[in-house]
């Protein structure tokens, strides 16, 4: 029997997909400024740390392994992809999806004090 496969997001770069994230939410009128923000909150990484790892081409495995997760990370809530970030059990694809429902959240127009659930 072989182990189970891993998810593919896991070796992707950040940087790869941060272009992306970018262009979602400057579609919406947000600035990169406000996307950096949601990205450190989530992560405790600061501005100079965030851009090394973008630079550096850190995979999602590694971002989130040396990351320092908020605190108020697990007040996040809500689907993503068709799933409940809530219930998601591996913590590293948790973290990922509470990424990807910030990202959304910022797109869809929701004041920064509350996607950073201040």
């Not at 029997?1 to 070796?11: G, Q």
């Not at 990484?45 to 908020?70: I, P």
Request: with cysteine; proline share 5%; glycine share 6%.
């Amino acid at each position: 029997m072989s182990a189970p496969a891993t998810p593919r997001i896991y070796a992707m770069t950040v940087a790869s997909v941060y272009p992306l994230y970018l262009a979602k939410v400057e579609r919406k009128g947000r600035t990169r400024d406000e996307l950096d923000a949601v990205i450190r909150w989530l992560t405790g990484y600061d501005e100079s740390e965030l851009d090394r790892h973008l630079a550096a081409g850190t995979t999602f495995a590694d971002f989130f392994a040396g990351a320092r997760l908020n605190p108020d990370a697990g007040r996040i809530t809500g689907v993503v992809c068709g799933v409940r970030v809530e219930t998601i059990e591996d913590p590293l694809m948790q973290r990922i999806r509470y990424l990807d429902k910030l990202v959304d959240e910022l797109a869809k127009g929701r004041p920064l004090e509350k996607v950073l659930r201040s």
